[in-house]
């Protein structure tokens, strides 16, 4: 079992969307929860972090993190088009060793 | 500020052959790190350093020596290259390497696509 699991799309939602990105993760050591955006043939960009469970939004985007079930999310709301791109979850222990990223999932938001 | 720059941008090599991936930050961060991206499995780190003068092995090291040669630069040298190292290559650099997330966000380079046949 890989540590960290992502769907990898292709996610195809028209603009305006509300998308939903998860991942789930077998190291129960995991505390800091990361997401990140990569255009096409760009490196990744981070887009939000948090720590432990819980949620936190910025603009249209929400991250939220349930560790009793090892499960991600990032939510993007009004998405569009420019939100295309390949999301990457990344996360890591409280002493920033075993920094895991997952393999991503590729969004496309059709106009 | 220019971030994280890596040359070259792309790459092809026979097998066998030797080369050196350059990557250069300039915003005075502490921690450099390289990853190698390959489909369906994200982002793998190779090495990082946490300072300037030290190295480390990351997740799959093999075939792979890095130099952190001040603390700008950081490079990847393939000594004997293989097929099975043709990947997208990123370096990164965070500010240090506390645990403290907003310390450790990192910045990522545009990549080297590289080939070997």
């Known amino acids: 079992q890989k540590e960290v699991e992502q769907d990898p799309g292709p996610l195809s939602v028209p603009e305006g969307a509300i998308v939903s990105l998860n991942c789930t993760y077998s190291?129960?050591?995991?505390?800091?929860f990361m997401w990140y955006r990569q255009y096409s043939r760009k490196g990744p960009e981070l887009l939000m972090y948090?720590?432990?469970?819980g949620n936190k939004e910025d603009g249209r985007f929400t991250a939220q993190v349930d560790k009793s079930s090892k499960y991600i999310s990032l939510f993007i709301r009004d998405s569009q088009p420019s939100d295309s791109a390949t999301y990457l979850c990344?996360?890591?222990?409280?002493?920033?060793?075993?920094?895991?990223f997952g393999p991503g999932t590729r969004l496309s938001v059709l106009p | 500020n220019a971030g994280v720059t890596q040359t070259p941008k792309f790459q092809v090599l026979k097998t066998g052959q030797s080369m050196t991936l350059q990557c250069a930050q300039d915003?005075?961060?502490?921690?450099m790190y390289w990853y190698r991206q390959d489909p369906g499995m994200g982002l793998r780190l190779i090495y990082y350093?946490?300072?300037?003068?030290?190295?480390d092995k990351g997740e799959v090291p093999n075939g792979y020596n890095v130099s952190r040669l001040n603390k700008r630069e950081f490079s990847l040298r393939l000594e004997s290259a293989a097929p099975s190292q043709t990947s997208v290559y990123f370096c990164?650099?965070?500010?240090?390497?506390?645990?403290?997330?907003?310390?450790?966000?990192?910045?990522f380079g545009p990549g080297t696509r590289l080939l070997v046949l």
């Open positions: 990164a650099s965070s500010e240090v390497t506390s645990g403290r997330v907003e310390e450790e966000t990192q910045y």
């Open positions: 350093s946490a300072s300037e003068g030290t190295t």
């Open positions: 990344a996360m890591t222990d409280n002493y920033g060793q075993n920094f895991v």
């Open positions: 190291n129960s050591a995991f505390q800091y």
């Open positions: 948090t720590y432990s469970s």
């Open positions: 915003m005075n961060h502490n921690s």
